[in-house]
């Protein structure tokens, strides 16, 4: 680029010299005229900057997304099809040593790392040398079979001390980014050691594997990055998914969750960064159901992406190009789902985080696949467990239940179809049961004359009974309604302000004596919640029967030596899904059924105890969440032989027939993983 350099002085002009007196007069004005004129200009000059009016920020952003777009002016139509020469081999555990078993974290018994290994910690590129585990459960047997002697320290530790060891370095990092990078680094290390801190500890740490610490680490996932744990699709490789498939090591995964990042959370499109919900889900899995950690595959199918952030990092870990369009990524899942068909004919699928129209179709679309979405079923399902047991603590009838839906998306949607269906089985019929229902989204109430077009999902909840008013703010919807429940689900922090919560009292108040209002904010993560704990309770004077979808800490109020202590609950999908996905993969269902899903629900409704009871809770306490997940996951394998679609032997449902509930349940627990040495 060119470099200009103005002056302020003024200009010198040489005029030639003449002798002649009569040229006296003509020379001095002249030079006088030149001198004024030349001042004039000199100011317009020194005053004019060509490049004023150029936004060089701006030029400099085109250049850098320029040499960021290595796509440009390829095809887009045309994909190649990967050729491998041969296949990985791997080396088998009986015949590892040494480091081969240090480095491979399914075998590993606590992973030490040399001086001289560096460790990133955190989000600001600090580093940390040392150890992360003490590698110390090997017995004397095993060091010297295995070629680890000196390999590792000289002192024999049992996996309790590593837990405490991991505990210890986990609460001396500042941020709950630090620490998901310190778990996720252990995970990579020592399977067993991470999970087994995850089983012991899982109030303290699902929060920091899942969310709400998992929607920060999405949005900064091409920073953090360190390690592949996923398989990473991308479109311009849709030739060649089967094989892609075939290169993840652990053979036969018996479940993945796949997302296109088309929508995390309540975070957006993130892309391929989107894979840290994947990840997530699935360390949820094994820790809360005991499905095994090879058993699990976390996928992210790379579409492109709308994110202009994602596009202009240099760091972006995904395609940078636009996401491609509907029809285009329709095909793409027709050729996953058809691969996954052909690779791995067992595995369940589970659709994580795709749009809301996608995921409704891709739902419609292979129903009769072994799939299911959990922002649709599994929420829906978990929301519905705690609408039962809300119901019978809120001293309303049921015939007197209305609820009003904030957020009338893929979860909106799929939350009010499941509580629907639990109105449907007490008897009534399908209108009168939808007739409860009133979903209000950024237009305010959905009703059929509202002159917009309606999504497809959104039309079986349009009210047609409003006598042409509309109803544009949540407030107004309210004083219409006059519910019993509301439950949000708009990605929108503060959206229950104090005037809505306490709207919602005086409409359950002025319907009864001793009736509670049903609250149940479950936007994720903290930053969307629509209202807190604290506020709830404080705009209903403690009559709140609450459930989120972040966790919340209990509450405690004063009134003169008076002190009550008020306990939120979770509506996390950690309670269904892992559970209904253990019961499909056990009962070897060759589809997920609409009655597994309902069944999920029921039966964690049904798993509280005394003491859960007596707090008022409507979810199990989150110590209980395996003992939940045996429960669920036993219900759906029953709900499966009855809707036909257990590929069991027959001879197998006759003893558990025979036996009942006991020897099912003792059966299931075999089945799962424990970490233990």
């Known amino acids: 680029m060119a470099s200009y350099n103005y002056s302020n002085s003024s200009s010198e002009i040489s005029t030639p010299r003449s002798t002649s007196p009569s040229s006296t007069f003509s020379r001095s004005s002249t030079a006088t005229s030149i001198s004024k004129r030349m001042s004039i200009s000199g100011r317009r000059i020194s005053g004019f900057n060509p490049m004023a009016a150029v936004d060089i920020d701006a030029i400099e952003a085109q250049m850098k997304m320029a040499a960021l777009d290595t796509l440009k002016g390829y095809s887009a139509e045309h994909y190649g099809t990967i050729k491998q020469y041969r296949e990985t081999d791997y080396i088998a555990e009986r015949n590892a040593g040494g480091y081969q078993v240090l480095r491979e974290p399914a075998w590993n018994k606590g992973t030490y790392l040399p001086n001289h290994a560096r460790v990133f910690i955190n989000a600001t590129n600090q580093f940390t040398d040392g150890k992360l585990c003490a590698g110390t459960s090997f017995s004397p047997d095993e060091r010297v ?53 995850l089983i012991d500890n899982v109030g303290t740490l699902m929060p920091l594997v899942y969310t709400p610490t ?69 360390a949820l899995y094994t820790g809360a159901a005991g499905i095994h950690p090879q058993k699990t595959l976390p996928i992210v199918l790379d579409c492109g992406t709308a994110n202009e952030g994602n596009l202009r990092d240099p760091l972006y870990l995904g395609l940078r190009q636009k996401r491609v369009s509907p029809q285009v990524a329709l095909e793409f899942m027709d050729e996953f789902m058809a691969a ?47 609408y039962m047991g809300a119901v019978s603590l809120s001293g309303v009838p049921i015939e007197d239940q209305k609820l009003v839906f904030m957020g009338a998306g893929s979860a909106g949607v799929g939350v009010a179809k499941q509580v629907m ?12 049961a939808r007739d409860k229902f009133y979903l209000v989204d950024t237009r305010g109430l959905v009703t059929k004359d509202r002159g917009d077009k309606l999504a497809e999902h959104k039309k079986i909840f349009a009210r047609s009974d409003n006598n042409g008013h509309q109803f544009t703010t949540l407030e107004e919807v309210i004083e219409y309604v006059k519910p019993t429940a509301l439950i949000g689900l708009t990605a929108t922090f503060g959206v229950f302000t104090e005037s809505v919560v306490r709207a919602l009292k005086a409409s359950v108040d002025a319907s009864g004596l ?60 950690v309670y269904v899904f892992p559970g209904l996905g ?56 029953k709900c499966a032989r009855r809707d036909g679609v257990s590929l069991l032997p027959e001879e197998t449902w006759v003893e558990w027939e025979e036996w009942g509930d006991v020897a099912l349940t003792a059966w299931v627990k075999k089945q799962v993983y424990d970490p233990k040495w």
């Open 421 to 432: 269906e639990f109105y449907t089985r007490r008897g009534l019929s399908e209108q009168a």
């Open 582 to 637: 253990l019961g499909a993969i056990l009962a070897k269902a060759s589809r997920v059924t609409d009655d597994m899903v309902y069944t999920a629900a029921a039966a964690l409704s049904g798993c509280l105890n005394s003491e859960e009871i007596r707090m008022g809770l409507i979810y199990p306490k989150i110590e209980r969440v395996r003992d939940a997940s045996v429960v669920v996951a036993r219900e759906v394998m």
């Open 340 to 386: 996954v068909k052909e690779v791995y004919p067992n595995m369940l699928v589970q659709f994580e985080d795709f749009e809301t129209e996608k995921a409704f179709q891709y739902l419609e679309r292979y129903k009769m696949e072994k799939c299911f979405n959990d922002d649709i079923q599994g929420t829906g399902a978990v929301v519905l467990a705690g």
């Open 145 to 197: 079979s295995k070629n680890l002697s000196g390999l590792i320290p000289h002192v024999l530790e049992s996996m309790e001390t590593q837990c405490m060891r991991a505990m210890r370095m986990i609460n001396s990092r500042s941020t709950n980014i630090d620490k998901y990078l310190y778990l996720s680094t252990l995970k990579q290390n020592n399977t067993d050691l991470f999970y087994r801190l």
């Open 514 to 573: 001793g009736r509670r209002p049903i609250l149940f904010p479950l936007s994720n993560p903290l930053t969307k919640a629509e209202c807190t704990f604290e506020q709830a309770i404080t705009w209903t004077e403690g009559t709140v029967i609450f459930a989120s979808g972040s966790p919340f800490a209990p509450y405690t109020t004063k009134t003169g030596d008076h002190v009550t202590t008020y306990y939120p609950n979770q509506g996390n999908n």
């Open 214 to 282: 998992i929607g920060d680490v999405c949005l900064q996932y091409s920073t953090l990055y360190t390690h592949p744990e996923a398989l990473y699709i991308s479109i311009k490789q849709r030739k060649s998914i089967a094989t892609i498939l075939r290169n993840w090591p652990y053979a036969d995964p018996s479940i993945c969750v796949v997302t296109d990042g088309s929508r995390i959370l309540g975070l957006g499109d993130l892309g391929v960064n989107g894979v840290g919900i994947s990840i997530g889900k699935l």
